[in-house]
């Protein structure tokens, strides 16, 4: 994939681990003109996994802004006068948007909705990625954009993601005593690699809760918390001082792994602040009371089983059908020449992370609401 670097406007790739003391390995990629945020970072267990991770998610926000894949102009009407299914993705709508008028003409990208193979459209304002389009009608999010060597891959990541936001979406609803509660004890999903992250941050002098965040679609969440030793936060403490990050995946181990690294990475994102969606505000907000007692919780449950049957795409598919998640819809955006792939996932029935939206939460998080 390196030799396609220049191709999209990616100039340099730096290697950011050494600017934090715990040593987990973190790196950036640039991309000077680019049409969302300029530099791309990128995480691992490895310098050289955190250098791909970086270069590939610069490739897919660069190919999220001008996909290669062909748009149709129509009405949802039209569309579906043809037998074309249409989703106007009212839920994506930006604030101050007015919904999609059947009759109004608009560019479409056509996608497969993985539960049933059928084509969907969908409106190309909520798939693109272009910071330059002032006054979008839609939402615009890297939520459910992801790369791979393969657009199966892809679409796999892709999918982790909206789980996993999804899962912390309905957890940050939940009664504070309950989200404590949630707490885990991270030795007891050992694996090499997640002791070994444990290890730097312990070395490093810094403390790390874990919470399993996983809801009632059984696909394992978490979500980590990294900051310095509680008793040591000041009543002044900043919100940068203390960072978190989430991870899914059929695999508990894996997915507790993702949300640590990430952690990880959102603590060097604050001290490099070579990310330009970072502003001098973000440095002078308080530390949440909420996020305080996060840092300071301690283990009281047990950790999500692992779903290695859902390890298969089409076993992960059909348990999220019977779950009434659906529909799910790949948009592949990238040219099939290219050696890796790029895909948006659409799946308005699962929750969103926090953004300028017409509507924040959808029917799930409702159900959530009314049940606590």
């Known amino acids: 994939m390196f030799p396609y670097l220049k191709t999209f406007g990616i100039t340099r790739i730096a290697r950011h681990t050494g600017l934090d003391r ?12 680019a049409r969302s945020i300029v530099v791309a970072q990128g995480k691992g267990v490895t ?21 290669a894949t062909a748009t149709v102009e129509a009405s949802q009407a039209e569309l579906e006068a043809d037998g074309h299914k249409a989703l106007s993705l009212a839920i994506l709508l930006a604030v101050g948007k007015r919904p999609l008028d059947p009759a109004e003409r608009i560019r479409w990208f056509c996608g497969t909705d993985l539960t ?13 990625l272009d910071r330059t389009i002032e006054n979008n ?15 199966d891959e892809a679409v796999f990541h892709a999918l982790m993601e909206r789980i ?3 899962a912390y979406a309905l957890f940050q609803l939940m009664p504070q005593a309950a989200r ?52 040591t936060l000041s009543a002044h403490a900043r919100f940068t001082d203390v960072t978190y990050g989430a991870g899914a995946h059929p695999l508990a181990a894996r997915a507790a792994l993702r949300a640590v690294s990430e952690a990880a990475q ?3 994102t604050f001290i490099s602040g070579a990310r330009d969606d970072l502003f001098a505000e973000t440095y002078r907000r308080p530390l949440p009371d909420s996020t305080r007692r996060a840092l300071e919780a301690r283990p009281a449950g047990t950790p999500a089983c692992e779903t290695p049957a859902f390890a298969d795409r089409a076993a992960l598919l059909a348990h999220l059908a019977a779950c009434r998640i659906g529909p799910v819809v790949a948009v592949p955006l990238s040219a099939p020449h290219l050696p890796f792939a790029v895909a948006k996932l659409m799946v308005p029935g699962l929750e969103h992370p ?6 924040r939460h959808g029917l799930r998080a409702l159900q959530a609401a009314i049940r606590a």
């Open 47 to 67: 310098d050289e996994d955190a250098r791909i991770s970086a270069v590939m998610e610069a490739l897919e926000r660069a190919v999220a802004c001008a996909p």
């Open 180 to 231: 404590l509660a949630r707490c885990v004890d991270p030795a007891l999903l050992a694996t090499p690699e997640l002791e070994e992250m444990r290890a730097r941050i312990a070395d490093a002098g810094l403390c790390l809760t874990l919470f399993d965040i996983t809801s009632d679609l059984k696909i394992p969440c978490y979500t980590a918390y990294l900051g310095p030793p509680p008793e």
């Open 266 to 268: 959102s603590r060097m």
């Open 137 to 151: 009608r839609y939402w615009q999010s890297s939520d459910g954009l992801a790369s791979g060597n393969t657009l």
């Open 116 to 128: 049933t193979g059928e084509p969907v459209h969908v409106p190309a304002d909520a798939v693109l």
């Open 164 to 166: 996993e936001r999804d």
């Open 22 to 33: 715990i040593g987990i390995p973190v790196w950036c990629a640039y991309a000077p003109n």
């Open 354 to 359: 926090e953004g300028a939206r017409r509507q």
